[in-house]
């Protein structure tokens, strides 16, 4: 394909992809077919002789559509949104064309400044405490992320060096193997399984912290926990807080257990995935009060913010703690600037080498939505979750199972699990509607969240209809 | 910005694109800038209002191109190629439109599905054994996963739970943390940095297996290291054999380090990310050589096989080995054909729990470039290479330091460190052309890898024209 034909299909492509997006509530939001659909569509192996850019639009409507969840459908409610919007997708297409690796500041300095930038930018609108903004002077700062598992990967990476380099610093003969045998880290029994995974990635143990009724972490029950374990001789250093927790948005009280982290000289990282996205609204900012505490800060624009996958946004305190437990410095990857102070080597705060050139996403959000436009984007999802909760609510038959503070309604049929089981099936099985559930309190609970930026009230008033039409068909069918 | 809006700016955005390829070559390949630069053009803070698509646009041109190392630029020489083609970047715009997060199969079908079968295609082009191509049956398969770091530290984290599951089978009483103190991981002393760090990250030691004359790892310096280790107590369980290193394109011997991986009971991972492309031309084939004894293998189809970043090929002999070091089953993320044995779920192959379409890129990539396009890419690209290295050795004053085998050449003046590290100063100066160097035996050698797609021989004789030119006037200032 030369550049001519690449104006050509790209226009094309754009046209696809417009008409995709504005016709995507006539497809049918979850699959209808059988694990290896795929395979028996197209060739077992790659054409020796090129093929024409029409074949393969043709295969995509053939091959692939059918085969795909439409997570941009009105009608998709499962999981968490992915974010999506027009001024991302143009930045994007910049950023492939442009196609740096910005792994370094001389790799393409545009890259990571624009980077440094645009996270202050973002710690501004969440009004994150000064010692997180970079400016010019700061020691700490923000790093885009592939994922939220990656960030809280390298918050426990950062916190086990750290603990290990200040024990030793004490005790010079003690042995890292024996320290890590030693270190405590702790998250809510409600967080993320990233959080988990990210332990067993360090190698460290993690434990899991009972929440209350309304499913956050408290302080008297972590200090009870932690008390524990240094009586048995283990060392506490890390405690992953959760502030819109996967299950059902619960929000750990980190004015609670930030004094207690500090005291103890735990690392507190603030995981807020999906909720973070909401502080941009001054009526959510005081949720995020107590990160003064945390020496981490994380959330997903890429979830709730408007900026496609990925861009996952972290905020360190100390950018000393998170270069300093890998830095690695081969000859191929030195640049005469690095040791200016002005200079930040992204390389240094994240687990790969390479990364693309993420920031424009978040530049062309910001200005084309302004902040205005992303706390409208925020609020109106918010009132379509309060919407359906109102219809949840007026329903006897119906529980609501967690306070329902933005865009996710936990809820079910008063009654066994069972009952709540053969609901999400009838409802999967019919692909109007798409959701996933959650256990609380070993209840099977069903998840509807506000995901589609194109999703309206009537998209919920269906939903619902949906919902009690199977569920009264359910019930039907129960023997009394 | 509304979908009429998105139809018009996305095909302006298309044209910038195009003319920004097509008249690259005019922008100075290096930005000639001081660190800070960037945060002086732009406002402190997101704006409260949207602003328009020409605004932005504008500052893209005033704000971001100064700043950018133009890695397409065929005057670009730096590191290794950053892979970018129309197919791959048309395929992106797709990606992002779907916009799905494909961690297991429910979430998106085709997303899983197209990613197994594409890995078949590429695992066949390159002649992989049977053990390592997923069709409908096998144990092994691939994955896409980001980067070869994150490639590499899968592999790693699969063989130490391997290793601890092994020795704890034979010993229940041995507890995890004495395994893991007594863990050694080997790779080359020029391995890449990213594989040093997985072992910092997986908390285990990892010991550089000094090279022969060719930068190479040979058989009897591992056995003879392993050995040792043993006899002292410690437990070999992972070798990282490099195929194409960083700062030369050496080629560890896996032929002779593969069977003794396999009697030592050490996971051997292949880190191929730059060369592994060139496996697809049958007279490089025979370098991959040995790929019956490994684990894991991978390369990067984002730095030679023309698809954009990111997009990091690995494949595992028995699939169960990857799976098993880290799989997490919270409710939210189950579905009905998970159980199925026909299903992947790749959230268990990575590191993140999140996964754009990325095979929606190799799959435009391979269709219209076909097979026999992709290898006249990797051969043009080595057929550049071998006229700068005669260039090179035509040139008295000049060395070539290392084996010429694909898109690298390693060279430097006859003379001092300093000699060298003054002609690399001019030559990043001029901006002219763009190269970094590496350390080879001790000396600082400068690496000229053929980058950009638009790379062609009079680029070549350009590059060399002014490289003799700054070497001629740096000869001249030399006192004698």
């Known amino acids: 394909m030369d550049v001519a034909e690449f104006r050509r299909r790209g226009k094309e492509m754009v046209d696809y992809v417009a008409d995709y997006l504005e016709k995507i509530e006539e497809r049918p939001v979850y699959p209808d077919l059988e694990p290896g659909y795929l395979r028996q569509l197209i060739p077992t192996e790659a054409p020796l002789e090129p093929e024409g850019f029409d074949e393969i639009m043709q295969d995509v409507e053939r091959v692939i559509m059918p085969g795909v969840t439409h997570w941009h459908s009105p009608r998709f409610f499962a999981y968490f949104p992915a974010a999506s919007s027009f001024p991302a997708m143009l930045a994007d297409v910049l950023c492939s064309a442009i196609g740096c690796i910005g792994f370094s500041w ?68 003690r042995s890292e193997a024996d320290i890590l045998s030693k270190l405590v880290a702790y998250t809510s029994e409600q967080a993320h399984s990233s959080v988990e995974r990210a332990a067993l990635i360090g190698a460290v143990l993690m434990r899991k912290v009972p929440t ?117 410095e081969p000859l191929y990857l030195k640049h005469e600037n690095q040791e200016s102070g002005l200079v930040t080597d992204y390389r240094h705060w994240q687990i790969p080498l390479g990364r693309r050139f993420r920031s424009l996403k978040m530049w062309f959000v910001f200005r084309m939505y302004g902040l205005k ?37 936990c809820f079910r049929l008063k009654g066994s699990n069972e009952l709540n089981q053969s609901l999400l099936k009838k409802i999967t099985k019919s692909r109007e509607i798409h959701l996933v559930p959650c256990q609380l309190s070993s209840r099977f609970v069903l998840r509807l969240a506000i995901c589609s930026r194109s999703t309206e009230s009537r998209h919920i008033q269906h939903a619902w209809r949906h919902i009690t039409q199977l569920a009264f068909e359910l019930l039907q069918e129960q023997p009394h």
Chains 1, 2 share one sequence.
């Open 373 to 409: 436009g992303m706390q409208a984007h925020i609020r109106k999802q918010v009132s379509l979750a309060k919407e359906f909760e109102s219809l949840v609510r007026a329903d006897k038959r119906f529980e609501i199972c967690a306070e329902v503070v933005m865009g996710l309604v």
């Open 106 to 173: 001389a790799a393409s300095p545009a890259c990571t400044e624009l980077e440094t930038v645009m996270l202050d930018w973002l710690g501004k609108m969440l009004q994150l405490p000064d010692c997180f903004i970079a400016g010019t002077q700061g020691r700490g700062g923000g790093v885009i992320q592939s994922t939220a598992s990656e960030a809280t990967l390298m918050s426990l990476l950062a916190a086990r060096c750290k603990a290990v380099r200040l024990i030793q610093a004490g005790d010079a003969d």
């Open 212 to 328: 209350d009724h309304c499913y956050a972490v408290r302080q008297e029950t972590l200090k009870r926990m932690v008390e524990e374990d240094k009586a048995a001789g283990l060392i506490p250093f890390y405690f992953c807080a959760t502030l819109g927790t996967t299950p059902s948005c619960a929000f750990d009280r980190i004015t609670e257990l930030g004094p207690l982290c500090n005291k103890e000289n735990m690392w507190m990282h603030i995981d807020a995935a999906y909720a973070g996205s909401a502080f941009i609204c001054p009526e959510f900012r005081p949720l995020l009060n107590g990160v003064e505490f945390a020496d981490s800060f994380n959330f997903n624009p890429h979830k709730w913010l408007l900026v496609n996958f990925d861009c996952s946004a972290m905020w360190v305190r100390e950018r000393a703690d998170i270069i300093g437990a890998f830095k690695m």
